[in-house]
């Protein structure tokens, strides 16, 4: 039986075919933000006080509609002023309700870096990402090969763009080991069964060599999660339904940041004590 990347995989590869007939690669490389200097999302990510990469995500299939009139402008914003970061941008359309105009309106709404969150299989949807103001791009191991994931990742770094590679299990960790990958992401939801389980990150955290910034994603709904996950050598906190499912997305990063900053406040006061 096909899972659910699998399928999206398919579509995808059918999409950027498309894609390449009507936006030749050359024109690509002439957007005014191939010029710009990408921002290194670890170490926004390090500097800022929450961890978090917040996402912008309005449907999905394990939730289907999430938020279908957030604005991805004044999200954008939200997100900068609580403090997080970086930005997840989900791109797809058919399975997310994204596209490459959230991206572009994200960029131009904050200074956060942006991670354009894709399924990527092409070393265009890499331009793509790089024309459209994205900082980050995703790799997804469970669809890659290791050959693959060292082409891309390296691709993405000649354009100065980050890697955030993503695995389910150890299988995939060891295809990412590579020095053109910068964060390694441990997906906490089964693509399977689309259960979330917290303990995916924190069995597999042990085996993530100290060089990539550890991630840990999907299914985060409270701050005390973070807390929770820091002592494993988490670093980043990729946050999106929490948020996105708000009638107000900013309001609502702006309360989880509070609680956090509260939590870290009480835990230094416990340490001094
Ligand atoms: O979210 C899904 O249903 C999904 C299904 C298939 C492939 C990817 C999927 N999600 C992408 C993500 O990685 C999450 O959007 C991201 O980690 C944030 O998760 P959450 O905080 O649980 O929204």
Do not use: W
Request: aromatic fraction near 8%; charge should be negative.
């Amino acid at each position: 039986m096909r899972n659910i990347l699998d399928q999206i995989v398919a579509d995808k590869r059918k999409e950027v075919h498309l894609r390449k007939q009507v936006l030749l690669q050359e024109y690509l490389e002439k957007s005014p933000l191939f010029e710009r200097t990408p921002i290194r999302m670890a170490d926004t990510v390090r500097a800022s006080t929450t961890g978090i990469i917040a996402e912008f995500k309005r449907r999905s299939p394990s939730k289907s509609v999430i938020n279908q009139n957030a604005n991805v402008q004044d999200v954008a914003q939200g997100y900068e002023e609580a403090g997080f970061g970086g930005m997840s941008v989900l791109t797809d359309g058919k399975y997310f309700g994204g596209s490459l105009d959230d991206l572009i309106l994200a960029r131009a709404s904050c200074s956060l870096p942006l991670l354009r969150k894709e399924f990527i299989i092409d070393e265009y949807q890499i331009l793509t990402a790089k024309a459209y103001g994205a900082d980050c791009i995703l790799l997804i191991a469970a669809v890659l090969s290791a050959e693959e994931i060292k082409h891309y990742s390296a691709f993405a770094g000649s354009l100065g763009l980050s890697v955030l590679c993503e695995i389910h299990g150890e299988d995939e960790l060891q295809k990412t080991l590579v020095e053109t990958v910068d964060m390694i992401g441990v997906n906490n939801r089964n693509l399977k069964t689309f259960e979330v389980d917290i303990a995916t990150s924190k069995n597999l955290a042990d085996q993530i060599p100290k060089e990539f910034l550890k991630v840990s994603e999907s299914g985060i709904s409270d701050p005390r999660t973070i807390v929770e996950l820091m002592p494993y050598g988490f670093e980043g906190f990729l946050i999106g339904e929490c948020f996105m499912k708000e009638h107000d997305p900013a309001l609502a990063a702006f309360k989880f940041a509070e609680e956090l900053k509260t939590l870290h406040t009480q835990k230094s006061i416990r340490l001094k004590e």
